[in-house]
């Protein structure tokens, strides 16, 4: 009794399907337009009032470091968690777990994504800030910010697909943002001065790795030589591996950290029960 | 059709389905029917695939598992609580749903009978409960499906459309589909259900046609025949109906029963 049109779709082609959707939908969300005209408003006033482009990227690295896990990871998980019943629509549908969420994880990261480089980039092209010192700085914080998004949604995806309770979730999602951007730098401060008579070089570099937020904001304090803003574990970081494999070693675990969530996040939605 | 066999699942040590067999015949809508936490709702998972069971099948008639994908081509799902992508239009939802399925040539015709094409051209969260509960059945019935799982489908409809749902559900069955239907409107059981599956505590006591129910329990309506199920320990009720679980069976004897 069914009608024939067309061949097939593949795997992807059906994750692809479902991210094109979800990510119409999520570009509307008043939260995301909001997001990015405010990354736009920030970067345009640091502009007009601070002058200079560097300076200017190393505030707005401070607003990046808060705003993008707080957006990806609680206002992902909310938006998650209304969309519990059409997930489960899209679960009856011949997709494969997988793809669906391939599909899902990409319709959330990339308007996400994109409202990021938008909100960053387009305050120095309208105030024509752009210059051969700036640009490329621009572009790895661009790329840097990008990447906290791809982690903090996977966290968004992990906490829902873990966590049922939408109101539980949504509290161990704020946490999660409050210790990694807030409390963190101030415990591993803490433990270092606790035991700062003890060896505790390798510690404090392991602690680093261990939370994402460091590891971008040492990416482009190295990048941009302020060794003043880069903090005890971001100085040892550099001392440890100097300016270039710094950069690279701590983007390839910036890497990792977006890697080990998804595919937590992959696995765990393979085998819940909705 | 669909084949439950004992089928358990339990959440931790919460045992919910303790051993369901069932099977679901073509061109008959089955209601599935219990009392509360009865288990009804994690049975209608387990058959989408949306809970693994702990034990047990559940397959197509072809034997292919209903969990795969592809088993899912022939499927049309109505769940209770519609929630769709509140910035997509009605029309952009039934367009990724379209794509899932570009071997499948839509069929519109719930669409043109419920008259809400023009309401679609606006975004979901703009749109009445009673109009999204439309869309779903739009969904449930567009891709010609053989096998349909409603869940309460017919609450928020106005009593026209919910005339058109049923019509639309009975020349569903006619067609040959197998229906899988929940609802607590004994009326609407009456009107729509050939086969009665009941389930309490975790296990089907009674499974087939609506008059054997009737003959069983002595009772002169399908209200009272439920509830003297429901009052009764799944021990107590007659031997000969615990045995029923094959609702097929009143299509091999030639029972119509309606």
């Known amino acids: 009794m069914t009608a024939i049109a067309s061949g097939p779709v593949g795997r992807m082609e059906l994750a692809w399907i479902i991210a094109a959707h979800q990510s119409r939908d999520v570009v509307r969300k ?26 200017v990227l190393v505030s707005l690295l401070n607003v990046v470091l808060l705003l993008i896990p707080l957006i990806a990871l609680v206002l992902g998980a909310a938006s998650l968690y209304s969309a519990t019943e059409f997930t489960e629509l899209l679960l009856a549908q011949p997709i494969s ?67 049922r309770d939408r ?50 904001r040492t990416i482009l304090l190295i990048r941009v030589d302020a060794a003043a803003l880069m903090g005890y574990t971001g100085a040892l970081f550099r001392a440890a591996f100097g300016t270039t494999s710094g950069v690279a070693l701590a983007a390839l675990a910036l890497c990792l950290w977006v890697a080990a969530p998804w595919w937590l996040s992959a696995r765990a939605f393979d085998r819940r029960d909705f | 059709m669909i084949r439950v066999h004992d089928v358990v699942k339990s959440f931790g040590a919460l045992p919910v389905l303790r051993g369901v067999n069932l099977v679901l015949a073509p ?18 998972r387990c058959i989408l695939g949306l809970v693994r069971p702990t034990g047990g099948t559940i397959t197509l008639a072809d034997g292919r598992d209903v969990r ?7 499927l049309g799902y109505m769940p209770q609580q519609p929630s769709f992508p509140d910035n997509l239009t ?25 008259q809400i094409a023009e309401q679609l051209h606006k975004p979901v969260r703009t749109l009445s409960g009673g109009t999204r509960q439309k869309l779903s059945a739009v969904i449930a019935f567009r891709y010609r499906p053989s096998l349909l799982i409603l869940d309460e489908p017919t609450a928020g409809l ?10 639309a559900i009975v020349a569903a069955r ?39 129910l009737l003959r069983e329990t002595g009772a002169s309506s399908l209200d009272e025949a439920l509830v003297t199920l429901m009052q009764s320990p799944a021990a107590s009720v007659p031997v000969a109906a615990l045995q029923t679980v094959d609702v097929s069976r009143a299509r091999m004897h030639g029972g119509a029963n309606r």
């Open chain 2, 90 to 114: 009605g029309h952009e939802v039934l367009a990724m749903l379209d794509a899932l399925r570009p071997d499948i040539v839509p069929d519109s015709t719930l669409l043109e009978r419920f």
């Open chain 1, 30 to 55: 008043r939260w995301v337009m909001a997001y990015a005209a405010g990354l736009f408003v920030a970067g345009d006033l640091m502009l007009r009032l601070a002058g200079s482009g560097p300076s």
């Open chain 2, 158 to 167: 106005d009593p026209l459309a919910a005339s058109v749902f049923k019509s």
């Open chain 2, 27 to 44: 061109g008959r809508v089955t209601a599935i029917v219990g009392p509360n936490a009865a288990g009804k709702s994690t049975l209608i």
């Open chain 1, 167 to 216: 109101a539980r979730g949504l509290g161990v999602a704020i946490m999660g943002w409050l210790g990694l951007a807030v409390l963190y730098d101030g415990l591993v401060l803490a433990l270092a001065s606790a035991f700062r008579d003890w060896p505790i070089e390798r510690g404090m570099l392991a602690a680093m790795v261990l939370n994402p937020i460091d590891l971008a």
């Open chain 2, 68 to 74: 795969l994908p592809a088993s899912r081509a022939s």
């Open chain 2, 174 to 212: 006619d067609a040959g589909a197998t229906i899988l239907l929940t609802t607590h409107v004994v009326a609407e059981l009456a009107v729509l259900a050939d086969d009665i599956a009941f389930l309490m505590d975790g296990v089907i006591p009674f499974a087939g046609p609506v008059a054997e």
């Open chain 1, 97 to 163: 777990r997988r793809s669906l969420f391939i599909g899902l994880y990409c319709g959330l990261t990339v308007p996400l994504a994109a409202a990021t480089v938008l909100g960053l980039v387009l305050p120095f092209v309208f105030e024509r800030a752009l210059d051969a010192t700036t640009a490329p700085t621009l572009a790895m914080l661009a790329a840097v910010s990008v990447l906290l998004v791809c982690v903090f949604t996977a966290l968004a995806f992990f906490v829902t697909i873990c966590v």
